[in-house]
């Protein structure tokens, strides 16, 4: 739907231009480490330096001082777990930090949840366990869902606040993104999956500047709050597309997103669409359990040639007005305080 205002004038440009002017302002290299970084390098046999990000993180100091970690290029296999106290920086090694695009770190591993006893937490990649984490530059996978094993594997696990992932890489298939405890933030980023990839319980998440990338049949997200309380996930210009991967024979069967719980809340904002939306848009989590009762399932100003001409939100749904809209932004979702962790280049 448009808005008809000026506003979204310029809502309409920003798959092209809007998007362009913020990275062509943001653009800058992040090729030496910060100072008194702990290094990653491939291979390296330098003493003091680390071959992998979990040793790297296993060395830092148990206590609340502020530590960074910068990864050189290269592809690290196996799971990372950060629980520190203190504030923790990782930065990845890239030619323009504005975004993802220019990524050269990954950390991959390949583990489902069934092989840890269905515990979505214990299969993730990255197993973030602590509060004021910030990650830049990381592309993080979970290459269990993509090999056909199609079932939860989660790629980045995060259950902290005041968390902020800035031009990193999500990569999976089912319940790639568990934003599941704490206040985070997603910002100029790239989250891939088909099933329920952004899902959690108690998160409050706030999504800036995304591509979103869908590569199978399923929902974007799943809210899975329980009852009236702070839990959120609120989405503003991003674009939501088909992974260049995608399965075959997706078209009419992706939907934004369905309720994993009755309290469901998931707003999306001004949201350029290509991947080729169910007419529905909105789904039910499944026949006869469909857990819409108490839900704010709501989006404004979404825009596209990936939502139908006959598209029709379900009476469980709600389609925002400029008003409205305007009351679902960084704070609601992060808390007010937002201005004093968010790392304000990533923000459009």
Same mark, same amino acid.
């Given at each position: 739907?448009?808005?008809?205002?000026?506003?979204?004038?310029?809502?309409?440009?920003?798959?092209?231009?809007?998007?362009?002017?913020?990275?062509?302002?943001?653009?800058?290299?992040?090729?030496?480490?910060?100072?008194?970084?702990?290094?990653?390098?491939?291979?390296?046999?330098?003493?003091?330096?680390?071959?992998?990000?979990?040793?790297?993180?296993?060395?830092?100091?148990?206590?609340?001082?502020?530590?960074?970690?910068?990864?050189?290029?290269?592809?690290?296999?196996?799971?990372?777990?950060?629980?520190?106290?203190?504030?923790?920086?990782?930065?990845?090694?890239?030619?323009?930090?504005?975004?993802?695009?220019?990524?050269?770190?990954?950390?991959?591993?390949?583990?489902?949840?069934?092989?840890?006893?269905?515990?979505?937490?214990?299969?993730?990649?990255?197993?973030?366990?602590?509060?004021?984490?910030?990650?830049?530059?990381?592309?993080?996978? @979970?290459?269990?869902? /993509?090999?056909?094993?199609?079932?939860?594997? =989660?790629?980045? #696990?995060? !259950?902290?606040? %005041?968390?902020?992932?800035?031009?990193?890489?999500?990569?999976?298939?089912?319940?790639?993104?568990?934003?599941?405890?704490?206040?985070?933030?997603?910002?100029?980023?790239?989250?891939?999956?088909?099933?329920?990839?952004?899902?959690?319980?108690?998160?409050?998440?706030?999504?800036?500047?995304?591509?979103?990338?869908?590569?199978?049949?399923?929902?974007?997200?799943?809210?899975?709050?329980?009852?009236?309380?702070?839990?959120?996930?609120?989405?503003?210009? @991003?674009?939501?597309? /088909?992974?260049?991967?995608?399965?075959?024979? =997706?078209?009419? #069967?992706? !939907?934004?997103? %369905?309720?994993?719980?009755?309290?469901?809340?998931?707003?999306?904002?001004?949201?350029?669409?290509?991947?080729?939306?169910?007419?529905?848009?909105?789904?039910?989590?499944?026949?006869?359990?469909?857990?819409?009762?108490?839900?704010?399932?709501?989006?404004?100003?979404?825009?596209?040639?990936?939502?139908?001409?006959?598209?029709?939100?379900?009476?469980?749904?709600?389609?925002?007005?400029?008003?409205?809209?305007?009351?679902?932004?960084?704070?609601?979702?992060?808390?007010?305080?937002?201005?004093?962790?968010?790392?304000?280049?990533?923000?459009?």
């Amino acid at each position: 739907m448009f808005s008809g205002s000026s506003s979204s004038l310029l809502v309409l440009a920003f798959p092209t231009v809007l998007l362009s002017i913020c990275q062509a302002a943001l653009a800058f290299p992040r090729v030496v480490p910060p100072p008194g970084s702990v290094i990653v390098r491939a291979n390296t046999t330098t003493a003091g330096e680390y071959s992998s990000l979990e040793d790297a993180v296993n060395s830092l100091p148990n206590d609340n001082t502020t530590q960074s970690i910068f990864v050189y290029p290269g592809t690290y296999t196996g799971q990372v777990n950060v629980t520190r106290p203190g504030p923790l920086s990782i930065y990845g090694y890239t030619v323009d930090a504005s975004d993802y695009l220019n990524n050269a770190v990954v950390i991959t591993n390949g583990l489902g949840a069934p092989e840890v006893g269905g515990n979505d937490d214990l299969s993730g990649t990255l197993r973030a366990h602590q509060n004021d984490l910030s990650l830049y530059n990381l592309d993080i996978k @979970n290459t269990y869902g /993509l090999v056909g094993e199609q079932s939860q594997a =989660i790629a980045l #696990s995060e !259950y902290g606040s %005041r968390v902020g992932s800035y031009g990193c890489g999500f990569y999976g298939y089912q319940d790639t993104l568990y934003a599941s405890v704490g206040t985070q933030v997603y910002l100029k980023s790239y989250i891939e999956g088909a099933v329920d990839f952004i899902f959690g319980r108690l998160g409050q998440a706030y999504f800036g500047g995304n591509t979103i990338a869908v590569n199978g049949k399923g929902c974007v997200t799943a809210s899975g709050r329980q009852t009236n309380n702070s839990a959120i996930y609120v989405f503003n210009f @991003n674009q939501i597309v /088909l992974a260049s991967d995608a399965n075959p024979g =997706i078209n009419g #069967s992706i !939907y934004l997103g %369905r309720p994993w719980a009755d309290y469901a809340r998931v707003i999306f904002k001004n949201t350029y669409i290509t991947a080729p939306l169910n007419p529905d848009i909105w789904s039910i989590w499944n026949v006869g359990d469909e857990r819409t009762d108490n839900v704010i399932m709501a989006d404004y100003n979404s825009f596209g040639p990936g939502i139908p001409a006959n598209a029709q939100r379900p009476n469980w749904t709600t389609t925002l007005d400029a008003e409205e809209a305007l009351a679902y932004n960084i704070s609601a979702a992060v808390g007010s305080d937002w201005a004093t962790w968010v790392d304000p280049a990533y923000l459009i």
